[in-house]
């Protein structure tokens, strides 16, 4: 199977959408969008890099695009429509890469934002497979960036937290709902899904005068996970979040305090001491 | 450099615009958008397949965004953003990767859809370098599709054709001026630009029960081309449409008609009766 015929066998299963003006198989699809604002993002899924390849193939595409949508929540937004490519060594079997792109329409269409276009592109022989993922969103209050922690927030994490390599990474929902929950009962400053590990993705969160302070010992451990790993396992696809309002307690946990920072002092500390601004996935 | 260093040095040097609410940085851009329609579509450049490495970076990365705003013109679009990621082997100089990003950047701002994220991805040593374009469109009338030619419509094409890989194929500018000129001045009923080769693309203009009829001594030939090399050379990016309107001069050559079509018959021939409707690039 060529590359134009696997597209088409795999778009001729796509469910159509009164949201779609124009489907996959013209040179560009056409939305229906609810806002005059995109949210757009881009994340590259790597086979035997990022994530394993002898994982079930619908697995696959469900992470490819489950890591995007998690961007969405993390902004605040709500998912409208994605695009997936393929870059696939020549020896690459067709019924995998279907399985692939099965598994990656059925949770884009689950969560709001089917996959409407794409590309498939022949590499060499023993290259890793990859899938990139384009999302869309709308936002439908104000966008939350990073940065932007004030001194006198709390920290706030959703759900829990290290050893997601056991299972967590392949099932986790994006906490789109959890995230619009939030925006409607507090003020949130600033937010970030942590996908590179807890201590990395904190760091984002810090402004160029804040520093978080993480209590250790606050935070809500899934199950197999240890302390400090859980800094640096990544993948936990939950929200990090500092607000000075109490969120409703069954969404989020406190972990930790916005304090002034000086310039020489790292952007993530422990309770005791610990810079822990560096630790997770590292972007060799 | 790492992937986020790396990234970050790419941005830092773009251009900031009003309509770019959040740029690169966080985790996805947010664009102020002119419509509440979406253009959408991504495309894959692999350097060593679709390009050669030799060129010079710039140009790969300004053909990486011209080739998908060849397709928002043939939507009858006008860009307004852009994303763009690079998955590149571990041993690729970074000093190559920022000059094709540099290209890639001015390109898209010269022509109005400004690269607003992206991310870069590390593979193995000795896999090709890829780079994909994903890029969002407004249609300020109406959208033109594919597989909509009429019987009785002639058949159109811009500027000239063949012969692209001479230079042509890195130096062209994307037909979005001459797109909405068009479609101010007459009635488009489908429209496609020339990228796999002028029979192939022509194949997608026809419908169920038409048939692309080329006059191949009507083809304005670029120099150096010859016929019939001009219906497989592709990469011409020029708009091929059909009309029962008379396009401006300047604008286009009429190259052939519109007409009924049985299922057994070839969806493009010559006035010859050969069948063109395979030629161009191989989709393997």
Not at 243 to 250: A, Q
């Amino acid at each position: 199977m060529n590359e134009r015929a696997l597209l088409e066998h795999i778009y001729q299963t796509s469910t159509q959408s009164d949201s779609v003006l124009i489907g996959p198989g013209d040179d560009m699809a056409l939305l229906q969008f609810d806002s005059d604002k995109l949210l757009c993002g881009v994340d590259q899924l790597i086979i035997g890099r990022h994530i394993s390849k002898d994982i079930q193939p619908e697995l696959i595409g469900r992470k490819a695009v489950a890591r995007c949508f998690s961007d969405i929540a993390a902004m605040g937004g709500i998912p409208a429509g994605s695009l997936m490519t393929a870059a696939l060594p020549s020896d690459t079997d067709n019924a995998w890469v279907i399985r692939v792109f099965q598994g990656a329409r059925d949770a884009a269409e689950e969560w709001g934002g089917p996959i409407i276009g794409g590309d498939i592109a022949s590499t060499q022989e023993a290259s890793k497979p990859m899938f990139t993922v384009t999302t869309f969103g709308t936002v439908p209050s104000t966008a939350i960036q990073r940065n932007n922690a004030q001194i006198g927030d709390v920290v706030y994490v959703t759900g829990e937290i290290g050893n997601s390599l056991a299972s967590h990474h392949l099932s986790f929902t994006p906490r789109i709902a959890e995230a619009q929950k939030l925006i409607e009962s507090i003020e949130i400053n600033t937010m970030i899904d942590i996908s590179d590990g807890l201590g990395q993705d904190a760091s984002h969160l810090a402004s160029t005068n804040t520093q978080l302070v993480i209590d250790a010992a606050m935070i809500p451990l899934r199950e197999g996970a240890t302390i400090p790993k859980a800094f640096s396992d990544g993948e936990d696809y939950e929200l990090l979040f500092t607000s000075t309002m109490k969120p409703p307690e069954d969404i989020a946990t406190a972990i930790g305090f916005v304090q002034r920072r000086t310039n020489e002092e790292p952007k993530v500390v422990t309770t005791k001491g610990e810079d822990i601004s560096m630790l997770g996935w590292a972007h060799e």
